[in-house]
T-cell receptor, first 113, second 118 residues
Framework: QKEVEQNSGPLSVPEGAIASLNCTYSDRGSQSFFWYRQYSGKSPELIMFIYSNGDKEDGRFTAQLNKASQYVSLLIRDSQPSDSATYLCAVNPAPYNTDKLIFGTGTRLQVFP | GAGVSQSPRYKVAKRGQDVALRCDPISGHVSLFWYQQALGQGPEFLTYFQNEAQLDKSGLPSDRFFAERPEGSVSTLKIQRTQQEDSAVYLC????????????????FGDGTRLSIL
């Protein structure tokens, strides 16, 4: 079992819809969770981070964390074609003595007009 | 500078040659990370520094890989006797300060170095 799992997609949604991206992780002691967006040929760009259970909203983006279920998600409201990219989930694993991130393989999102 | 700067952007080397990749982090950032990203995969951790101290090198795939950050700012990743499987994008990231009780500081990535071994 991979430490961080994501559906590779592609996830196709129409413009204006809500895109829901999901991620599960195996290390129950994980503390910090990050979502990065990566356009083809470009480097990862930080979108959101979340530390506590519940929801965290920033503009059109909402990160949701459920530590009991070891599940983190990213919602993108009013999806735009410019949101088409690969979304990487990253987790800082326990024990809490390393700052490294473990990444999933990413979910490719396609927003069609 | 405004962001993490990596050089060169592209590097082509023949198998068996040594290569050196440079990373200049965001000014004042304490932590610096190296990741390797193969096509279609997420970044994989290689090593990280807190100031000049290399605190975790568990991701370095072999003893051909070596990283340093002697003055706590610029870092160099060196790969000796390159092999074709070393072909990948090498990403450098930095973060502003140490993680705390609430969680880790976000890491910000440079544009990467695309390494091709012929």
């Amino acid at each position: 079992q991979k430490e961080v799992e994501q559906n590779s997609g592609p996830l196709s949604v129409p413009e204006g819809a809500i895109a829901s991206l999901n991620c599960t992780y195996s290390d129950r002691g994980s503390q910090s969770f990050f979502w990065y967006r990566q356009y083809s040929g470009k480097s990862p760009e930080l979108i959101m981070f979340i530390y506590s259970n519940g929801d965290k909203e920033d503009g059109r983006f909402t990160a949701q964390l459920n530590k009991a279920s070891q599940y983190v998600s990213l919602l993108i409201r009013d999806s735009q074609p410019s949101d088409s990219a690969t979304y990487l989930c990253a987790v800082n694993p326990a024990p809490y003595n390393t700052d490294k991130l473990i990444f999933g393989t990413g979910t490719r999102l396609q927003v069609f007009p | 500078g405004a962001g993490v700067s990596q050089s060169p952007r592209y590097k082509v080397a023949k198998r068996g040659q040594d290569v050196a990749l440079r990373c200049d982090p965001i000014s004042g950032h304490v932590s610096l990370f190296w990741y390797q990203q193969a096509l279609g995969q997420g970044p994989e951790f290689l090593t990280y520094f807190q100031n000049e101290a290399q605190l975790d090198k568990s991701g370095l795939p072999s003893d051909r890989f070596f990283a340093e950050r002697p003055e706590g700012s610029v870092s160099t990743l060196k790969i000796q006797r390159t092999q074709q499987e070393d072909s990948a994008v090498y990403l450098c990231a930095s973060s502003s300060r140490l993680g705390g009780a609430q969680g880790n500081q976000p890491q910000h990535f440079g544009d990467g170095t695309r390494l091709s071994i012929l």
